[in-house]
């Protein structure tokens, strides 16, 4: 059986911490932090215009906590620099194991689909400029809902949009709200966990599976039909 595979995309394809480079420059040996405080903040601030139903763009979200987190660290970037990071927030790599991974998924005869907070054409942007977007059928964001991950709205959204249901759908993710978002709506979900560091909440509505990167993905999925 082919299943409809929704992938999340910053944090699971693409490496959000991609801009510690950048950062270096910018901010010297509190890149890591900074750039761990600004994803953070991110997801904080969709969580809350979700919750508020106060929605705006991710693009939106994500530049307000960069300022937050100037603010936050006492880090005074110039206007210049904000952009640059912003704009770096199109260029950002995908994991190593992301491509052959999805290759294989392909091959095997799953529809692939990315499935994130972003606006369509930030999503297109990304995955075309980490050289993987030819491996989808297709991209699903949130935008028209006009709210975020985990309102259960937004993965229904992605069933509809995709012509699936809960039986054929899969979530693949990193991101540990994303798959006890899906779970709950009734999906099934791949929780990828390619640090020991990254910590699942502890909510008793656990993964279907867990793996360490995309590679094993395939063969777990063999094992599902
Ligand atoms: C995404 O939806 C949650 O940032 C994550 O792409």
Not at 133 to 137: A, K, P, Q, S
Not at 192 to 197: D, E, I, L, N, T
């Given at each position: 059986m082919a299943f409809t595979l929704a992938f999340d995309v910053y944090g699971t394809l693409i490496n959000t911490h991609g801009v510690v480079t950048a950062l270096q420059d910018m901010v010297g040996e509190r890149a890591q932090l900074f750039s761990q405080t600004w994803r953070d903040k991110q997801l904080e601030y969709t969580f809350r215009r979700g919750l508020m139903g106060q929605y705006e763009h991710f693009g939106i979200c994500t530049a307000q906590a960069l300022d937050y987190t100037c603010a936050h660290l006492n880090e005074q970037l110039t206007d210049t620099q904000k952009q640059q990071l912003m704009a770096n927030y199109s260029t950002l790599p995908a994991f190593d194991d992301v491509h052959a991974g999805l290759l294989e998924l392909q091959k095997a005869g799953h529809r692939l689909f990315a499935f994130s907070n972003g606006v369509p054409d930030g999503i297109e942007a990304v995955l075309k400029n980490a050289g993987i977007?030819?491996?989808?059928?297709g991209v699903v964001s949130v935008d028209p809902i006009r709210s975020f991950k985990p309102n259960p709205v937004v993965y229904q959204h992605f069933l509809d949009s995709t012509g699936s249901n809960s039986d054929s759908a899969w979530l693949v993710s990193s991101n540990p709200f994303d798959v006890i978002g899906a779970v709950t709506v009734g999906m099934r979900a791949a929780w990828?966990?390619?640090?020991?560091?990254s910590i699942y909440d502890p909510w008793g509505v656990p993964p279907t599976f867990t793996i360490e990167?995309?590679?094993?993905l395939p063969q777990q999925l063999e094992l599902q039909k």
């Open positions: 977007r030819d491996l989808f059928d990828v966990q390619r640090s020991s560091a990167g995309l590679q094993a």
